[in-house]
């Protein structure tokens, strides 16, 4: 499989995506994903979760109910 897509970032780009047959083993496992938290429009067409917010959706305040959940951690320094 190689290496992972980032390993350390320091200039502070938080848009790093896992590859689609990550994705896919993950949703194979999971049964398919609900929510992802931390997302894009542009991510979501990996991770196609039925439920997903974008930064300007603020998910710190929304219910994270839900049986199936996938996030990602921020990669930019600073942003954890």
Known sequence: ???PHVTNNSQGNNE?????????????????IE???????????????????T???NALDRDWSCDTLWLNPPYGRGLI
């Open 1 to 3: 499989m190689g290496r």
């Open 16 to 32: 790093w995506y896992t590859p689609p047959s990550i994705m896919f083993r993950a949703r194979s496992v999971m049964g398919g």
């Open 35 to 53: 929510l992802d938290p931390a997302s894009s429009e542009i991510a979501n067409q990996t991770v196609m979760a039925k439920r997903y917010w």
């Open 55 to 57: 930064i300007q959706d």
